[in-house]
C-alpha cells in the first residue's frame, strides 16, 4: 500500500464522518423543530409562553441561517447575542469545513473513478460513529460535568455561555435538550452512515 492509500485511508473515513455530521447538523440548527420538539417535556417553556417559543425558535433559526442579521433585543439578552454569534461563527466554520471536504471527496472520486474503496471509508467512519455513540451513552449520566466543566471552557474562552431566566436561552435550551439533540446527531449520523454502506454495497452488485 503506498503512503497516499495510507493517509487517504486514515484521513478520509474522518473527513466522511464529519461530512455526514454536518447534514445531521443543518437539520437542527437551521430549522426551529428541536426548540419546539422538546418544549413537550421541557417545563421551562410553559413560562415563556408557547407563542414566544415559536417565535424566538424561528428567529434563532433564521439567525443562524444568516436570513437574521442580529437577534432583537429584547427579548433577547445582550449577554446571549454575543454569545450565539460566537455559536453562529462555529457553526460557519463547520458549514465551510463541509463544502471543503465535499469537494476533496468529489476531486478523489474523480480521480479514483471507483466508489468500491469509500465503501471502506464508510464502514470505518461507521464504526468511529459507534464508538462515539458509545461514548456518549458512559458520559450521559456525568453530562452536566462534561458540558459545564469540559466541553463549553474548551470551546468559549469567556462565561456568555452562562444563562439564567433573563435568557431566552435558559427556556429554550436547557441543558437536557443539548444531550438529547447530541444523541440524535450521533443517532442520525450512524443512520446516515449505514444507509450510504448499503447504497454502496448495492452499486457493487
Known amino acids: 500500500m503506498s503512503l497516499l492509500s495510507r493517509i487517504k485511508r486514515l484521513i478520509l473515513p474522518i473527513f466522511?464522518?464529519?461530512w455526514l455530521f454536518f447534514i445531521a447538523l443543518a437539520t437542527v440548527i437551521y430549522t426551529p423543530w428541536t426548540y419546539q420538539v422538546n418544549c413537550y417535556w421541557n417545563l421551562r417553556c410553559e413560562q415563556l409562553g408557547l407563542t414566544?417559543?415559536?417565535?424566538?425558535?424561528?428567529?434563532?433559526?433564521?439567525?443562524?441561517?444568516?436570513?437574521l442579521a442580529n437577534?432583537?433585543?429584547?427579548?433577547?439578552s445582550s449577554k446571549e447575542i454575543q454569545?450565539?454569534?460566537e455559536v453562529r461563527g462555529l457553526y460557519d466554520q463547520l458549514f465551510w469545513l463541509f463544502i471543503i471536504i465535499t469537494l476533496i471527496?468529489?476531486?478523489d472520486l474523480l480521480m479514483a473513478k471507483s466508489l468500491k474503496i469509500y465503501q471502506g471509508y464508510a464502514m470505518l467512519s461507521r464504526n468511529l460513529m459507534f464508538g462515539l455513540l458509545?461514548?456518549?451513552?458512559v458520559i450521559s449520566p456525568f453530562f452536566k460535568f462534561f458540558w459545564m466543566e469540559i466541553?463549553?471552557?474548551?470551546?468559549?474562552?469567556n462565561q456568555l455561555w452562562l444563562t439564567d431566566p433573563r435568557d431566552i436561552s435558559w427556556y429554550l435550551m436547557?441543558?437536557?435538550y443539548f444531550l438529547w439533540v447530541i444523541f440524535f446527531l450521533f443517532c442520525s449520523t450512524l443512520l446516515l452512515n449505514q444507509a450510504l454502506i448499503t447504497w454502496l454495497t448495492q452499486r457493487q452488485k
Do not use: G
Open 105 to 107: 471527496m468529489i476531486f
Open 52 to 67: 414566544a417559543v415559536h417565535n424566538r425558535s424561528l428567529e434563532l433559526a433564521s439567525f443562524f441561517r444568516h436570513q
Open 134 to 137: 458509545l461514548a456518549l451513552l
Open 16 to 18: 466522511l464522518l464529519i
Open 174 to 176: 436547557p441543558r437536557n
Open 71 to 76: 437577534l432583537p433585543s429584547p427579548p433577547w
Open 83 to 85: 454569545h450565539l454569534t
Open 151 to 157: 466541553f463549553h471552557p474548551l470551546v468559549f474562552n
